[in-house]
């Protein structure tokens, strides 16, 4: 997966095999999105949390593909890195410079009312 840098790659599995043994139940864990992939030249924005502990192929988080609502689920690595541009490169890029402002509950509740992936609002920090 040439969109995902080896520190990335390895969070996400890491987060996989810590979200494996409570996927399902109410003690999930709500993880910071670890990379946030995009097609600079049309419809699609993913924020991955995790790769599945059984399937590495398989990334969870969410995914916005601009037909007015981000789902969030299984998302195939294989199915991205194949996108193409019809002249041969690859479609899919990673956002070098984001990084996450919240778990990804934050993100689903702001994409919920927004209709696509936004940046989610946050509460001021009072010290």
């Keep these: 997966m040439k969109f995902l840098t080896p520190h990335q790659h390895a969070q996400l599995i890491a987060n996989g095999k810590a979200q494996a043994p409570v996927k399902g139940t109410g003690r999930e864990i709500d993880f910071l999105p670890v990379v946030r992939l995009f097609n600079p030249y049309g419809a699609g924005t993913w924020l991955l949390t995790e790769i599945d502990a059984d399937d590495p192929d398989i990334a969870w988080g969410l995914a916005d593909l601009n037909c007015g609502c981000a789902e969030i689920g299984a998302i195939s690595l294989s199915e991205l890195s194949a996108l193409r541009h019809p002249v041969g490169f690859f479609l899919i890029e990673r956002d070098q410079h984001w990084s ?20 989610p609002d946050l509460e001021p920090v009072s010290n």
């Design 100 to 119: 996450p402002r919240a778990p990804i509950s934050a993100y689903i509740k702001a994409s919920v009312a927004a209709g696509r992936i936004v940046e």
